[in-house]
């Protein structure tokens, strides 16, 4: 007896529902990202190893799927690391291709291939799936999409500004109506490093310090102790996690803080600057706020940082991106600096679904069913059906003449909102019968009174 097949943890199939649904969230990501004049671009699922460890800190590296070479590569196993215990190296000799972490080392990886093609300030969007080997949980998949939008070859803080409008716009345009922008500045982090006297450990801190949303500030201080920091430094960063007042109070407050080192005033101007344009410019419905505790734990990230949440549901962040001002050196390619954000779109969709946003609308696609009463009725619903789709409407055709409560329990469980039900009679008159699915309301009118009905 075969066993019932199923599908990795952490994986999941897209039901048709679903996908309508999906595809509303990224077609209105995609019009947003185009009406800022990004260009859509795909690299491959799969990297060379070599492309993407060491790009996400110990932490990411370990959540990177690894792909097993086959055939002859097979006999490169360095068969020695594994009996030494250097299961690292091992691995590399074993995997030399990995499936991507995120969009953001390849795109920088492509940039670097393709710079010839490219004209800068290059803004491109992507929309594809990632993979990372994270523990499943709700909101936190295996394999999930992003949706990307990045600028490399401008250190302009116009773009942090622009960026800041796009998850703005694009989140009200989804229906939410109480979510935040939290953003930061890595300049400012690698100040606070600076003036507790430790430097050197700003991996640590920031790493320690991203995860107070998680384990509050009591584990925060064991994970900075645990990382080596000293009790005079965490002494030091203790008061930061409680900074309060309106952002503008709590920025000039860490300028007194930072005001010896430069490069955490250097972070400190550059966040008022977006943070006050922004705010001239307006904002739908956004709020922004500075958060001197958000790190975001990758280690390429130079200047802003941002994240946002839904503020009315239990999800972590939804959104998230920062600058990095040498990713592509790397690669061999220096001096382009980069920003860039990031929507994801399974979180998303988790939490419009929770809040009941997606509009009714966007998740019909069949508009219109033919009832089949027989051959002759068959063929008059379909030269109908050509004049609807050549308006655009999306509609079928009954493939057979079944019992009318089949047809009609068809259209139910596919949400269709209009029934046309065409006899001899219609056909003599050259009219339609047609049923309102939702509120029952049926007539006899010509087409274009349906076509009428249809758009209302």
Not at 297 to 316: D, P, R, S, W
Request: proline content about 3%.
């Amino acid at each position: 007896m075969s066993s019932k097949p199923s599908i990795p943890k952490g994986t999941r199939d897209f039901l048709p529902e679903t996908m309508v649904k999906r595809n509303y969230i990224f077609s209105t990501i995609k019009s947003v990202f185009e009406k800022y004049g990004f260009l859509p671009i795909e690299t491959p699922s799969m990297e060379n190893t070599e492309t993407l460890m060491g790009k996400y800190g110990d932490e990411g590296d370990k959540l990177i799927f690894r792909i097993l070479d086959s055939g002859d590569s097979v006999k490169n196993a360095d068969v020695a690391a594994l009996a030494d215990g250097n299961y690292g190296k091992f691995s590399n000799s074993v995997a030399g291709k990995a499936l991507r972490y995120d969009l953001t080392v390849p795109f920088a990886r492509f940039v670097v291939q393709n710079q010839n093609e490219l004209a800068f300030p290059f803004k491109r969007y992507q929309i594809q799936p990632v993979w990372r080997a994270d523990r499943p949980q709700k909101g936190r998949y295996r394999e999930f999409y992003q949706c990307d939008a990045d600028v490399v070859g401008s250190d302009s803080l116009l773009y942090e500004i622009e960026l800041v409008q796009i998850f703005d716009e694009v989140l009200s345009k989804l229906g939410f109506e109480d979510f935040s922008i939290k953003i930061n500045n890595r300049k400012i982090l690698s100040g606070i490093a600076e003036v507790c006297g430790e430097a050197e450990k700003l991996i640590a801190i920031t790493v320690a310090i991203d995860k107070l949303d998680k384990i509050g500030i009591d584990g925060v201080i064991k994970e900075l102790q645990e990382r080596g920091v000293s009790d005079q430094a965490i002494k030091k960063i203790n008061p930061l996690f409680s900074l309060t007042g309106s952002n503008e109070e709590k920025l000039s407050s860490l300028k007194t803080f930072l005001e010896l080192s430069e490069v955490g005033l250097k972070g400190i101007e550059e966040l008022s600057y977006v943070l006050s344009r922004a705010n001239e410019l307006g904002i739908q419905k956004a709020n922004i706020e500075f958060d001197v505790t958000l790190a975001r734990g990758l280690n390429y990230y130079t200047g802003a940082i941002f994240e946002v949440k839904a503020n009315n549901v239990q999800m972590g962040s939804i959104c998230g991106g920062g600058r990095y001002d040498d990713l592509t050196g790397l690669f061999g390619l220096k001096g382009l600096s980069g920003v860039g954000i990031s929507f994801g779109a399974d979180r998303i969709y988790d939490v419009m679904n929770e809040l009941n946003l997606f509009p009714t609308a966007a998740l019909t696609s069949t508009k219109v069913l033919f009832i089949n009463f027989g051959e002759t009725e068959q063929m008059h619903s379909l030269k109908i059906a050509k004049q609807l789709r050549e308006k655009n409407i999306a509609c079928e055709v009954y493939p057979s003449d079944a019992k009318m409560q089949k047809q009609m329990k068809y259209a139910n469980d596919r949400k269709i909102p209009f029934v046309v039900m065409i006899g001899s009679k219609e056909i003599e008159s050259n009219q339609v019968t047609f049923k309102n699915m939702e509120s029952g309301a049926q007539q006899t009118a010509s087409l274009d009174q349906l076509i009428k009905e249809i758009s209302q």
